[in-house]
Nanobody, 125 residues
Framework: QVHLVESGGGMVQAGGSLRLSCAAS????????MAWFRQAPGKEREFVAA????????NYADSVKGRFTISRDNAKNTVYLQMNNLNPEETAVYYC??????????????????WGQGTQVTVSA
């Protein structure tokens, strides 16, 4: 069992920044690929970013490249998502996810074994 708890959500004005955190427990964190997804009202859950267990490779959705940065601190069992230049269309619940048997930094939600409860991000115009 892997337990994931997101934090750092809140309200920010358009063009602003937020940093999300996801604390993991229950497995060897350094062997687990991690990802962020988001789900806006009335929309499907979509991939945002992923990172390998070592942090050596990352993958981003095209819509966030150059603005978002995923990182991890394995000593703290925590993954982060730095979000810059946010726009109102990115208002959503943001979820972290864990892949215990990673082949790559996949964007497919079905590949991920465990999910957090999500944290709300609201971007006002």
């Amino acid at each position: 069992q892997v337990h994931l708890v997101e934090s750092g959500g809140g309200m920010v004005q358009a063009g602003g920044s937020l940093r999300l955190s996801c604390a993991a427990s229950g497995r060897t964190f350094s062997n687990t690929a991690m990802a962020w997804f988001r789900q806006a009202p009335g929309k499907e859950r979509e991939f945002v970013a992923a990172i390998t267990g070592s942090g050596s490779k990352t993958n981003y959705a095209d819509s966030v490249k150059g603005r978002f940065t995923i990182s991890r601190d394995n000593a703290k069992n925590t993954v982060y998502l730095q979000m810059n230049n946010l726009n109102p269309e990115e208002t959503a619940v943001y979820y972290c996810a864990a892949d215990l048997f990673p082949l790559t930094t996949t964007s497919r939600p079905s590949k991920y074994d465990y999910w957090g409860q999500g944290t709300q991000v609201t971007v006002s115009a």
